[in-house]
C-alpha cells in the first residue's frame, strides 16, 4: 500500500470520525435548552371586561402584558420552568390578571415530560407542518396550524395559526368563583425556522361564563400584539443566533476538512467563534436594554418632564442662593437621567433618514448651544459655508454625542475645536479635545454597544453615532494624540 493511500485512508478516518464526534456531540448540545433558560416578550392591545359577574362590559381601555419565562431548576435533562403573564390596565395601573404556572420540560426535545407529544417551544429547524404545542400563552392543548411564509423586518419567518374554543380559564381569573369561564381564541406566532426562535404575537379573545355547556354572557372581549420594541428586539437577537447556527452547522464542519489540511484555519474559526458568542451576548444584553427602554420611556420619561417643569418653576420663584443653588444641581441630575434615556432609545429605535437642506457648521453651532458645560472649557467652531443634504434631527444627535464625550473627557477644563475639509463629494469634520487621550487598546473598542470607559454611561452612545453616520453612506473613526473623531458624509445623500 502506496503512502498516498495511506494518507487518503487516514485523512478519511480522521475527518469521518470528527464528523461523527460533530454531528453527535456538538450539535445536540448546542440545540439543547440551557439551564439558564429564560424568555421575556411584552405586547399591548385593548380590551374590556366586567368588574362583577352582574356588572356590564367597560368602556374599551389600553392593556399592557407580558410574558417571562425562567428556568428555576434542573434535573438531568428536565428543566422546570416558572411561567408569568401578568396584563395591567394603562390607565389606571391596575392588574388585571396574573397567572403564573411551573412547567416540566425535556431540554432536549423541547416537549412537556409531564404531558404526551406537546410541545413547550420549538426546536430549531422548524417545518412547514402542523404541531402540537400546550404553550403558556394559549393555556390548553392546542395545534399550531401552518399558516404561510412572512417578513418580520427584513427576517423571513414561518406563521402558525391557532383557532382555540371552549377552553376552561376559570382559574385566570378566581374572583369569579365559582363560575365556570370559557374562552375562545384566535392566535398567531411567527417563527424564525433555523432557530425556532418566536419574535412575534398576535391574540384576539372573548371570554364568557358558561352555565350547563351554554354561554350566558361575555365577560372579557379583547385583542393584543407583541409591541414593536419586544418585536424589533427579539428579531435582532434571532438575527444574531442564525449566524451563530450557521457557523456551527455549515461553517465551521467545513473548516474543520479544510483543517485536516491546513491546521491554521482551526485556529482562526476558533477565534471567530469566540467573536460570535460574544456577540451572542451583547445582542442578549441588548433585548433586556430594549424591552427596558420601552418601560423606561413610558414609566420615567413623562415623570421626570413634570419634575423639570416644576424646578423650573420653582427656580423662578425663590431668592436664597442656596435655595437656587440646590434647585440647579436638581434640574442638572434630572437632564442627566433623561441623556440616559435617550441614549438607550437612540440606539434601539429605527428611523427613517429625511433628506434636509443643512448649513453643517450653523447645525454645529447650534448644538453647542445647547449642550451644557463650565466656563473652564472652550469650544472653538471654525466657520465654514459648506452646505450638505442629510438628516438634521440625526445629526443633531450625532453632534451631541460626539460634543459631550469630548467634554467628558477634559474633565472640567481644556479646549475642544472644531474644524472642516472640502473633499469635493464628501466633508470631513474634525473633533479634537485636549484630554488625557485614548488608550490605544480602546480605539478598536470604542465603538462596540456596551463598552464604556465611563464610571457612569450606558455605553451606546458612540455606537448610535456609528449606526448615524453608515446610515449615511458616511465614516466614523477616531485617532489618539490628540483625540480626535473623524466624520466623514457624502454632500448628497
Known amino acids: 500500500m502506496n503512502d498516498a493511500i495511506k494518507l487518503t485512508i487516514i485523512v478519511t478516518s480522521v475527518v469521518g470520525a470528527m464528523m461523527v464526534i460533530w454531528s453527535g ?8 435548552l440551557p439551564n439558564d433558560y429564560s424568555f421575556y416578550m411584552e405586547y399591548d392591545g385593548e ?3 366586567i368588574e362583577t359577574v352582574d356588572g356590564e362590559l367597560s368602556d374599551v381601555f389600553k392593556l399592557r402584558e407580558s410574558i417571562s419565562l425562567k428556568a428555576t431548576s434542573n434535573q438531568g435533562n428536565t428543566l422546570e420552568i416558572l411561567s408569568e403573564i401578568k396584563g395591567v390596565r394603562l390607565d389606571t395601573d391596575e392588574i388585571v390578571f396574573d397567572v403564573t404556572n411551573n412547567y416540566k420540560v425535556d431540554k432536549i426535545t423541547r416537549m412537556h415530560t409531564d404531558k404526551e407529544s406537546q410541545m413547550f417551544i420549538f426546536l430549531p429547524g422548524v417545518q412547514k407542518q402542523d404541531y402540537d404545542f400546550f404553550h403558556p400563552l394559549i393555556f390548553s392543548d392546542a395545534t399550531l396550524i401552518f399558516d404561510g411564509e412572512d417578513t418580520v423586518k427584513d427576517l423571513k419567518v414561518y406563521k402558525f395559526t391557532v383557532i382555540s374554543e371552549k377552553n376552561d380559564i376559570s382559574f385566570v381569573f378566581p374572583q369569579f368563583e365559582p363560575n365556570v369561564i370559557w374562552s375562545d381564541t384566535e392566535t398567531t406566532f411567527w417563527v424564525q ?3 425556532g426562535d418566536v419574535v412575534k404575537f398576535k391574540r384576539t379573545w372573548e371570554d364568557y361564563f ?3 355547556g351554554e354561554k350566558i354572557k361575555t365577560m372579557q372581549i379583547g385583542g393584543k400584539e407583541s409591541t414593536q420594541y419586544s418585536t424589533d428586539i427579539l428579531v435582532e437577537a434571532t438575527k444574531a443566533k442564525i449566524q451563530y447556527v450557521n457557523y456551527y452547522k455549515i461553517v465551521l464542519p467545513t473548516f ?4 485536516i489540511i491546513a491546521i491554521s484555519s482551526l485556529f482562526y474559526l476558533r477565534k471567530k467563534l469566540v467573536i460570535s458568542r460574544l456577540e451572542i451576548i451583547k445582542k442578549e444584553k441588548l433585548v433586556m436594554i430594549g424591552n427596558l427602554s420601552s418601560r423606561i420611556a413610558h414609566d420615567i420619561r413623562n415623570p421626570l418632564n413634570v419634575i423639570s417643569m416644576n424646578l423650573e418653576l420653582m427656580e423662578s420663584n425663590v431668592k436664597s442662593d442656596a435655595e437656587i443653588t ?3 444641581r436638581m434640574i442638572k441630575a434630572t437632564k442627566t437621567i433623561t441623556y440616559q434615556v435617550e441614549n438607550v432609545l437612540d440606539f434601539v429605535r429605527e428611523r427613517p433618514i429625511e433628506n434636509n437642506d443643512i448649513k453643517i457648521g450653523k447645525l454645529i453651532d447650534r448644538v453647542i448651544t445647547t449642550v451644557t458645560y463650565p466656563d473652564t472649557i472652550t469650544i472653538q467652531n471654525q466657520e465654514t459655508d459648506i452646505s450638505i443634504k442629510a438628516d438634521k434631527n440625526q445629526l443633531d444627535i450625532l453632534f451631541t454625542n460626539l460634543i459631550l464625550n469630548s467634554i467628558q473627557a477634559l474633565k472640567n477644563k481644556g479646549e475642544i475645536n472644531i474644524k472642516y475639509q472640502d473633499m469635493g463629494e464628501r466633508i470631513q ?16 473598542k470604542i465603538f462596540e454597544p456596551l463598552f464604556t470607559t465611563k464610571q457612569q454611561g450606558t455605553g451606546l452612545g458612540l455606537a448610535s453615532c456609528r449606526t448615524i453616520v453608515t446610515s449615511h453612506k458616511g465614516t466614523l473613526n477616531v485617532r489618539i494624540n490628540p483625540t480626535t473623531f473623524i466624520v466623514e458624509l457624502p454632500k448628497n445623500l
Open 210 to 212: 358558561v352555565v350547563d
Open 47 to 49: 380590551d374590556k371586561i
Open 25 to 32: 456531540v456538538i450539535i445536540p448540545e448546542f440545540e439543547k
Open 193 to 195: 425556522p433555523t432557530t
Open 256 to 259: 474543520i476538512i479544510l483543517g
Open 429 to 444: 469634520i474634525l473633533i479634537s479635545d485636549s484630554g488625557d487621550g485614548l488608550l490605544e487598546t480602546n480605539v478598536k
Open 326 to 328: 440646590r434647585i440647579n
